[in-house]
Structures are given as structure tokens and as C-alpha cells.
């Protein structure tokens, strides 16, 4: 499976982004959870958001919990992730994942594959 981030770029503190990860055509993922992660420049990678094989479920690290969202179309074989509220500390470079099972979980050992990331940068 190969997974293709994009949607980054340079926003202001307040503003909005949505970045896009689309599986490559033919690889659902439609029996797995989706996860996306970040890191930031001197550290390591860190969750940021998962959802599972249905859609229905969803978790969130702390600090992102109520500014991003994460949804999922499988008919487009893609996942989303909604960023609000940015501010300076979110930015990173953002990677998706296809998670081993239907749910993923935090830990990024859960997850298989692994898209380029795409880099998000905040401006305060």
C-alpha cells in the first residue's frame, strides 16, 4: 500500500488546514483504522489522531482534542484530518498510516504502512 499525504503549508496562528492521505488505487484500506502522526523538528514522532475501519470511532492526543478532526472516505480511498485553531506548536511534518487491524491505538508500531509526511507550519 502506498499512502500519498498532501495538504500542508504555511498558516498563520488561528488559522485552518486540511490535509488529505490517499491510498493508492486498488489498496483499500477499508478493513483497517487510519492514524495520522507528527513530527516536530528535534523530536520524535508523536500521535495525533485515529480512526477506525467503519469510521465511527475516533481518539485524539491531548492537544489537538477539539481543533482537529479525523474522517475517512472509503469510496475515495482517503483520510482526512481537519486542523483548526492552529497554533505555532503544531507545526511538523504530518504522516499518515495504515494501522495493522481494524483499530490503531496511540502507539506507532500498530500501524504498517507509512505515507511522506507533509510539512505544516504555523506562523505566530
Known amino acids: 500500500v502506498q499512502l500519498q499525504a498532501s495538504g500542508g503549508g504555511l498558516v498563520q496562528a488561528g488559522g485552518s488546514l486540511r490535509l488529505s492521505c490517499a491510498a493508492s488505487p486498488g489498496r483499500t484500506s477499508s478493513n483497517n483504522a487510519m492514524g495520522w502522526f507528527r513530527q516536530a523538528p528535534g523530536k520524535g514522532r508523536e500521535f495525533v489522531a485515529t480512526?477506525?475501519?467503519?469510521?465511527?470511532?475516533?481518539n485524539y492526543a491531548d492537544s489537538v482534542k477539539g481543533r482537529f478532526t479525523i474522517s475517512r472516505d472509503d469510496a475515495k480511498n482517503t483520510v482526512y484530518l481537519q486542523m483548526n485553531s492552529l497554533k505555532s506548536e503544531d507545526t511538523a511534518i504530518y504522516y499518515c498510516a495504515q494501522a495493522l487491524s481494524a483499530y490503531g491505538g496511540s502507539a506507532s508500531d500498530r500501524y504498517r504502512y507509512w505515507g511522506q509526511g507533509t510539512q505544516v507550519t504555523v506562523s505566530s
Open positions: 480512526i477506525n475501519w467503519r469510521g465511527d470511532a475516533t
